[in-house]
């Protein structure tokens, strides 16, 4: 059993929003994270968070139109994301890790969700 699942990936036109979700199973984690692949290309990070501080940090590509939220009781994360880009297009996968640094390498995370596809038409 995974520790985190992540969903909400869907189709979009472009401007529009899609909300993905990712859930802890049984714990939370100090950070848990957004990362981003498109076919060809390598897993780019989009954002993440200390849980238990809140602190936010997102990549430059998708600041100011994505968002990263919690929510303690469902032990959820969420990643809204609005004005969408087709370069958006991608599957998105929620990632975690134990240490309480946000990092943007894949590397340094330890969990993984199976990932959630988001397409955005022109």
């Known amino acids: 059993q995974v520790p985190v699942v992540e969903s909400g990936g869907g189709y979009v036109q472009a401007g529009g929003s899609l909300r993905l979700s990712c859930v802890a199973s049984?714990?939370?984690?100090?950070?848990m994270g957004w990362f981003r692949q498109a076919p060809g290309k390598e897993r780019e990070f989009v954002g993440a968070?200390?849980?238990?501080?809140?602190?936010?940090y997102y990549d430059t590509d998708v600041q100011g139109r994505f968002t990263i939220s919690k929510d303690n009781a469902k032990n959820t994360m969420y990643l809204q994301m609005t004005s969408l880009k087709p370069e958006d297009t991608a599957v998105y996968y929620c990632?975690?890790?134990?240490?309480?640094?946000?990092?943007?390498?894949?590397?340094?995370?330890?969990?993984w969700g199976q990932g959630t596809q988001v397409t955005v038409s022109s």
């Open positions: 968070m200390n849980w238990y501080s809140g602190g936010i």
């Open positions: 990632a975690a890790r134990n240490g309480g640094d946000i990092h943007y390498l894949a590397e340094k995370y330890d969990y």
């Open positions: 049984g714990r939370t984690f100090n950070v």
